[in-house]
């Protein structure tokens, strides 16, 4: 059954005003295949999908499905061909149960009979191990469920081409593995999945297949035994990459004035995101950073320390003198800056132009009754523009028509325009191709040489390896530990997480 082609797309072609972001794009699907679907942000991946499912039409090219071509001018065109999506943002009805939002648009029969339609969906909830109830309110269950049951809808409506677009982000280890045994059981089915990632583990984990693109071009279709991790990595970025264990040796350790001097103090600080009272410090020049499993208390730290949340006890201290934060804005005016976990809700504001997005935070410093000029707000953004490498068509352009990674890179621009003596990133390459991610860390590690002192939180254990010096250890919401030189290694911070003892 595998080999057989259930999609085709040949020569597909997107044009946005001075943007081609699909230049004749071939990409097959198999009967019974789980395919990769690879490249940078800004690669095409997003829009070749959006051309897939009715959301952009294509300007040229042919889709065929099982042979037959195929004309989708809508979202519903896909669903009726067979073709189904589950987002990485949740696109369901929270308001609605999770047997509505599983039967939602689809008329016939089953929302006509309410008892029948809950109990048809308890059975599919229990046959793929979804712990919700069919008359429960959505917003009850955890993001994580809500892509379940989203994923439960697809497999329900029996589709031939499934797509999963970021499924992964959300969820924890024993989540996703779940998601894997869901996705091995559709493929068994002769479901061809579609699956778009950035974490290469699960890849190679759960893939036949990987096809990249590159700047709205085809690079090509490999068999995942004949592409290895590297060759994978330079065939997305266009050029050969040493081994990534290696951006650490290429920053230089801060020696200037102040070296080895805190910048920063807390002492049995605690907010009302409930995170037990920790100590902390940060020196000049250091790159430190909360490493944890999810929902262990990393970025409820961060987030006290910049007064985001609200502080309910403890002393800070910076430079040797106590100073209350108790506000977003009492942290920036002393030197503190933070790029926010969820880009999209706490960091853009989408309407804005990339040079509104970039001046805000300086701007807000000021006071909005001073207002930048327009030549002081362009020389700005277009100095970090060229300084960050952020593909815009221009300043002027809406910040929500960027890729994630471009996006991303508009937020820590706003925050490096403010010259912070501290700067605090978390998860700063969530959900952003591998270029961009190589481009972060090794900025981090060059403002780190320049004397800023920079926390950096990442659910990717290696990258914070690669990027702090000393990493503080976090389990249910308190401090666990602190490893530092030689025991910056996977298994030390796997040990300590699991079973470390308060080391503050």
């Known amino acids: 059954m595998q080999d057989e082609a259930i999609l085709k797309m040949r020569g597909i072609c997107k044009f946005f005003p001075g943007v081609r972001a699909l230049d004749g794009v071939d990409f097959t699907l198999c009967r019974g295949d789980i395919h990769a679907l690879m490249g940078e942000n800004g690669a095409g991946k997003s829009t070749l999908i959006k051309v897939l499912t009715g959301v952009y039409p294509k300007d040229e090219g042919e889709i065929t499905l099982e042979d037959k071509v195929v004309s989708i001018r809508s979202p519903q065109d896909a669903q009726n061909a067979g073709i189904s999506t589950v987002y990485q943002e949740i696109t369901l009805c929270p308001n609605l149960s999770v047997a509505e939002n599983m039967y939602i648009g689809r008329t016939k029969g089953k929302l006509m009979n309410w008892k029948k339609m809950n109990k048809e969906a308890d059975k599919l909830l229990q046959s ?35 797509i999963l677009d970021e499924p992964t982000s959300s969820l924890d280890e024993n989540e996703v593995e779940k998601l894997f045994r869901l996705m091995r059981d559709l493929k068994a089915k002769g479901v061809g999945i579609i699956f778009v990632t950035h974490f290469l583990d699960q890849v190679y984990e759960v893939c036949d297949k990987i096809t990249v693109l590159r700047d709205g071009k085809l690079v090509g279709e490999y068999v995942i035994e004949d592409l290895p991790r590297v060759q994978l990595v330079s065939k997305m970025l266009g050029k050969d990459l040493d081994d990534m264990s290696d951006i650490k040796s290429e920053a230089s350790v801060y020696d200037g004035e102040g070296a080895g001097e805190n910048v920063l103090e807390c002492e049995k600080l605690c907010s009302n995101a409930g995170i037990k009272p920790f100590n902390f410090h940060i020196k000049k020049g250091e790159v430190n950073g909360f490493t944890g499993l999810l929902g262990s208390g990393r970025s409820e730290c961060v987030r006290a320390i910049f007064g985001a949340d609200h502080v309910i006890g403890g002393t800070v201290k910076k430079n040797g003198k106590t100073i209350k934060i108790s506000k977003p804005i009492h942290a920036m005016k002393n030197g503190i800056a933070y790029l926010p976990e969820d880009r999209k809700i706490d960091g853009i504001v989408a309407d804005l132009s990339v040079r509104e997005n970039i001046i805000l935070a300086l701007q807000v410093m000021k006071g909005f009754f001073k207002p930048f000029t327009k030549a002081q707000a362009n020389e700005f953004a277009d100095k970090y523009i060229k300084l960050l490498g952020i593909k815009t068509a221009s300043a002027d352009t809406p910040i929500k028509s960027l890729s994630g990674g471009n996006q991303q890179k508009c937020i820590l621009a706003r925050w490096l325009l403010t010259h912070p003596e501290y700067l605090i990133l978390d998860e700063p390459t969530r959900g952003i191709d591998i270029g961009t991610k190589i481009d972060i860390q090794k900025l981090v590690l060059q403002l780190a040489s320049e004397g800023m002192s920079v926390t950096f939180i990442s659910s990717e254990t290696d990258e914070m390896l690669r990027t702090c010096s000393r990493l503080i250890v976090m389990r249910d919401r308190k401090v666990v530990g602190e490893l530092s030189g030689d025991e910056l290694t996977q298994n030390m911070v796997m040990n300590t997480i699991a079973g470390g003892e308060a080391q503050q």
């Open 128 to 162: 793929l191990d979804i712990p919700a109830k069919a008359n429960q309110q959505l917003s009850s269950c955890s993001i994580a469920v809500q892509q379940m049951v989203a994923i439960a809808r697809a497999v329900d409506m029996e589709c031939k081409v499934l």
